[in-house]
């Protein structure tokens, strides 16, 4: 086994640790910082596999602007992960967990099947292309091939700062147009005080 299957190997078990523990976390900070974890982890298999500029976006873009964006966005919406996660779900919701499970287990072996059995783990490795990764691959495909993916996920990014925006105003206008803020009730009256 040659180091960049040590390394390769090792990066993908973070990767998929990092994505579990984002799921299973209750603190949604916690859970942001494991999809960082991931997200890092990923990288190094991209840097693996030549794509240099991929794995450096990754970091930049995705682990340090992003992730950065969400811990703001927990802190501003006050998310402490009050969910009552001890009562029990709704038989349905029960049902859809299975399935889900099942689903991705099968998904599992079939992809482990596919590997080893076939002794395809030397496709999976293959030498990559010469320009693959590089910023003018990544260019032409985001900008004629995945064009409208690109710019829809922009407006997501939009509409979901805008949501975010909408709902941390929303506690300021309650407490400006209904009841009366802490400090408001704790003060003396100025009437009360002069006599």
Sequence with gaps: MTGDMIIFAVSAVVAVFGAVMM??????????????????????C????????????????YAGAIMVLFLFVIMLLNLRGREDLGLSSHPMN???????VVLLGVELVLIVKSVFMSGAVGGMMAKPTDD??????????????YMYPFQLTGVLLLV????????????????????????????????????
């Design 23 to 44: 799921i299973a976390q209750k603190n949604p900070v916690a859970s942001v910082m494991f999809l960082i974890l991931s997200l890092l982890a990923q990288a190094v």
């Design 46 to 61: 991209y840097v693996q596999l030549g794509a240099l500029f991929l794995g450096a976006v990754l970091v930049v873009v």
């Design 94 to 100: 029960t049902i859809t967990k299975f399935l889900l």
């Design 132 to 145: 693959f990764g590089s910023v003018a691959q990544v260019a032409k495909l985001l900008f004629t091939k």
């Design 160 to 195: 979901a700062l805008v949501g975010a925006v909408v709902m941390a105003r929303k506690d300021r206008s309650e407490i400006a147009h209904g009841a009366p803020s802490e400090e408001a009730v704790n003060e003396p009256t100025a009437g009360k005080v002069g006599r």
